[in-house]
Nanobody, 123 residues
Framework: QVQLVESGGGLVQAGGSLRLSCAAS????????AGWFRQAPGKERELVAA????????HHVDSVKGRFTIYRDNVKSTLYLRMNGLKPEDTAVYYC????????????????WGQGTQVTVSS
């Protein structure tokens, strides 16, 4: 079992920056691939970025490439999402998730989820 707790969301103006954190507890964090997802009102949850257990491999969806960066600190058992150049369309609840495999995962199959943190970008 892995427990995940997100933090760092908030209200920011367009063009601004935020860093989301996801603190993991329960097991050796490096054994788990991880990802950030988001869900906007009226829309399905979507993958934003993913990272392998070691942190060497990453994936960012096209809509955030060049603006968002996923990274992790396995010593601190923490996952991060650095978000720059935020746009109103980035407004959503952001969730971190972990998979019971250290291999990069860009599709379904995440087993553990945090409670989410709201990110609101004003125009």
């Amino acid at each position: 079992q892995v427990q995940l707790v997100e933090s760092g969301g908030g209200l920011v103006q367009a063009g601004g920056s935020l860093r989301l954190s996801c603190a993991a507890s329960g097991r050796t964090f490096s054994n788990y691939a991880a990802g950030w997802f988001r869900q906007a009102p009226g829309k399905e949850r979507e993958l934003v970025a993913a990272i392998s257990g070691s942190g060497v491999s990453t994936h960012h969806v096209d809509s955030v490439k060049g603006r968002f960066t996923i990274y992790r600190d396995n010593v601190k058992s923490t996952l991060y999402l650095r978000m720059n150049g935020l746009k109103p369309e980035d407004t959503a609840v952001y969730y971190c998730a972990a998979a019971t495999s250290s291999l990069l995962r860009v599709g379904p199959g995440y087993d553990y989820w945090g409670q989410g943190t709201q990110v609101t970008v004003s125009s």
